[in-house]
């Protein structure tokens, strides 16, 4: 049996494609596990950073709330003792009004104790030196 050189050639060429077309399905099946390991992997981890996330936004928002409300109570408690700091000093300003208006009374009660008291030193010096010089006239006569 004689066997033509162009028959060998297709018998072979025919084999290398029945081999590359098994290959190629071989590795589109490779490929395409891999694609949907890939997708699967990167459905759960998006699931996983999903819920991460909304466990940081709940746990966030919470916090505000409490900050907020941290912040409410304390404003009021600013505005009540801003309200008493200024009643102190409207207060205190009273008191320093009539403290000043009393010193006046005082001062003006005691200016004519302290004329009076001036006099009577002033008269009491003069009388001292009259005296003394009537003492001196004296004891020059004894």
């Known amino acids: 049996m004689i066997v033509r050189k162009s028959r060998i050639s297709q018998l072979i060429k025919k084999e290398r494609t029945r081999e590359r077309r098994l290959c190629q ?25 999903r819920k991460e996330y909304r466990q940081q936004v709940k746990n966030l928002e919470k916090e505000n709330h409490t900050l907020k409300r941290e912040l409410d109570r304390n404003f009021a408690v600013y505005q009540r003792v801003r309200r008493r700091e200024e009643y102190l000093e409207q207060l205190s300003s009273e008191f320093e009004d009539i403290v000043d208006v009393m010193n006046v009374k005082v001062q003006e009660s005691l200016q004519p104790f302290l004329r009076t008291r001036a006099k009577i030193e002033n008269t009491k010096r003069k009388s001292d030196k009259k005296h003394e010089k009537v003492e001196s006239i004296f004891r020059a006569i004894k």
């Open 25 to 49: 399905k071989e590795t589109n099946t490779r490929l395409q596990d891999l694609k949907e390991q890939l997708v699967d992997q990167y459905t759960l981890e998006m699931r996983a950073m």
